[in-house]
């Protein structure tokens, strides 16, 4: 029943930033570990960075000291600043709500980041 809308995605150059946002509606908000997934296309999708209701923050190790997550219980968001974007980390991103209570997935439609050479 959460529903996750993303935005943010976009063109940008090497070595450039983008800031995506999603919003959760459906659901309590503040109960979900959140996180944010990207897809190259052939590949499979992973796991780049989550944050607990606490704030407890992970990040995958090759975007560890260039994204930053960040969420907003208040506004039901959750957000994520990528800094020093490289061309291999062009994909669509995806948020993800992960509830504690029932384990339960749920995915944005993701959004497309694009990085040139």
């Known amino acids: 029943q959460v529903q996750l809308v993303e935005s943010g995605g976009g063109l940008v150059q090497a070595g450039g930033s983008l800031r995506l946002s999603c919003v959760s509606s459906?659901?309590?908000?503040?109960?979900?570990?959140m996180g944010w997934h990207r897809q190259a296309p052939g590949k499979q999708r992973e796991l780049v960075a989550s944050?607990?209701?606490?704030?407890?923050?992970y990040y995958a190790e090759f975007v560890k000291g260039r994204f930053t997550i960040s969420r907003d219980n208040a506004k039901n968001t959750v957000s994520l600043q990528m800094n020093s974007l490289k061309p291999e980390e062009t994909a669509v991103y995806y948020c993800?709500?992960?509830?504690?209570?029932?384990?339960?997935?749920?995915w944005g439609q993701g959004t497309q980041v694009t990085v040139s050479s």
């Open positions: 459906g659901a309590p908000f503040g109960i979900n570990v």
């Open positions: 944050i607990t209701p606490s704030g407890t923050k």
């Open positions: 993800n709500a992960r509830s504690p209570i029932t384990s339960r997935n749920s």
